[in-house]
Structures are given as C-alpha cells and as structure tokens.
C-alpha cells in the first residue's frame, strides 16, 4: 500500500473516532424556557421556568453551575435582546475550582428538571418594547442552547381608584397645614404625585398645568404623558372634631411634551 494512502486512510479514521457531539446527540438532551405569561408592565416581577430534558433511554450527567437549575444566577447565561442590543449582566458572578462529581446532577431516562427564576433581578428590563431572550449553554455544563422565546414590557397605567388612594394619602400627610393641598397630578404610569397646587406653586411664573406636565413628560423623555387630576374637598365636623376628606372631581388627562 502507498504511504499516501495510508496516510488518508489513518486521518479519515481518526476523524470517526474524535467527532464532537453530533446534531442528533445534542438533540437528545434540550432546554427549554417558558413564562406563565409574555405582557408585563414596567416594575413587574419577570419570572421565567427553564427545564433541562432527557429524551434519551440513560441516565444523563451534567454539572448546573452556570444554569438557572442553581435557583440564583451566577453567571451570564441569558441572552436577551432589546431593540437590536444584548442586555449586559448584572447579577452575581461566581468563582469556583474545576467541578467534581459530587456537583453534578443525574437526569434519568425521559426525566425533566425545571427551575423558575426572576431574570429582572440580574438584566435591566425596565424599558417598554418587545424583548428576545434565550438560554445559553456553557461548557462547564454542556448543556445546549434553547430555543428563543419573547415577552413584552408595557408601561404601567394606574386606574381612578389607585389615583384616588394616592391623592388621599397625600391629603392626609398634609391635612393639618395652613393651607392644605386640594389639586394633585398623579402620574398614571408611576403613581407618583408631579404636583399639587400646580397653579399657585409656581409664582410668580404662574405656569398653568398643562405646561408644567408637559415639561415633566419632555424631561423624562416622553412625547406623551397621560395623567389624573385631582381635586379634593377638606369638610370639618364640630360634632366629631375631625377633618373629612371629599371628591370634588377625577379627571384623565394626556398631554402632549413639550
């Protein structure tokens, strides 16, 4: 036999011998995300289930570090896109010596292990929009990567009720001053309160509300901002020697920034 050939007969051996994991066996082993639900609003917990499958008649080994299995990030294992861009890590980032085998867990034959974790608490998801994300495998894991899920952020609208409960909270902080608050603008996307007495607070500029909520919207970067306007009543009783705090009118306002 010619020494050439030889030589390709030994190398096309040698690659039979060494390949990687094939598509197939990857396959066998999957990851999997999945969310109870896909809308959010702004500030709302964002918990996602990741499960790790066996679909094979064995018993399969792995190491969870750098998973969600390990029931806190430790590490970036999530890529999740946002107009275009990754989000940046923020959690936790652990340093350990080389696995053993005390470390890994066991999956048995077509078993699933699964684990829910809050993504927010290491990825800034506060923006409204449409984000993309998915779980990366690792090599300290061997784990593959899982197929892309989304989910969406809308921006949080508090309802008459809730703007009402605010006013009053306010209302009552203030109850006993000189000349107690009656007017409040309660952003209906925080709940926070933007101003009281708008019209008289500012003097002697005299801006009249609708300018000042929209400079508030323009400098948080909004085209738009939608607010409720409140004005309460403080009616006081001899008989019971207490202040009762009155609705005198509840209004939804969006107003274009300036």
Not at 49 to 56: A, D, E, G, P, W
Not at 83 to 92: A, E, H, I, N, V
Not at 234 to 258: F, P
Request: hydrophobic content about 35%; proline content about 6%.
């Amino acid at each position: 036999m010619k020494p050439t050939l030889l030589v390709l007969i030994l190398i096309t051996l040698s690659c039979k011998t060494n390949k990687p994991m094939t598509d197939k066996t990857v396959h066998k082993i999957t990851t999997h995300l999945e969310m109870s639900k896909n809308t959010f609003q702004v500030g709302d917990t964002i918990p996602i289930k990741f499960s790790v499958q066996n679909n094979t008649n064995t018993t399969f080994e792995f190491c969870p570090w750098q998973t969600p299995l390990e029931k806190e990030l430790t590490a970036n294992c999530f890529e999740i896109i946002y107009k275009g861009d990754t989000l940046p890590y923020k959690g936790r980032m652990t340093k350990r010596i080389p696995p053993t085998k005390k470390d890994n867990l066991l999956l048995s034959p077509q078993e699933t292990s699964t684990q829910t974790i809050n993504i927010n608490k290491a990825y800034s998801i506060d923006k409204p929009g449409t984000y993309t994300i998915r779980f990366l495998g690792r090599p300290i894991n061997k784990l593959p990567d899982s197929k892309s899920i989304t989910f969406s952020i809308h921006k949080k609208t508090i309802n008459r009720k809730e703007a009402l409960k605010i006013a009053k909270r306010y209302a009552k902080i203030y109850l006993r001053a000189v000349n107690p608050p009656t007017h409040f603008i309660v952003d209906a996307e925080t709940g926070h309160v933007i101003g009281m007495n708008i019209e008289y607070s500012l003097n002697p500029k005299k801006m009249i509300r609708e300018e000042y909520i929209a400079m508030y919207g323009k400098d948080r970067g909004d085209s738009k901002i939608a607010v409720w306007e409140i004005i309460l009543k403080y009616e006081y009783s001899r008989t019971t020697n207490s202040t009762k705090i009155e609705v005198e009118k509840v209004q939804y306002l969006t107003i274009k920034a300036q």
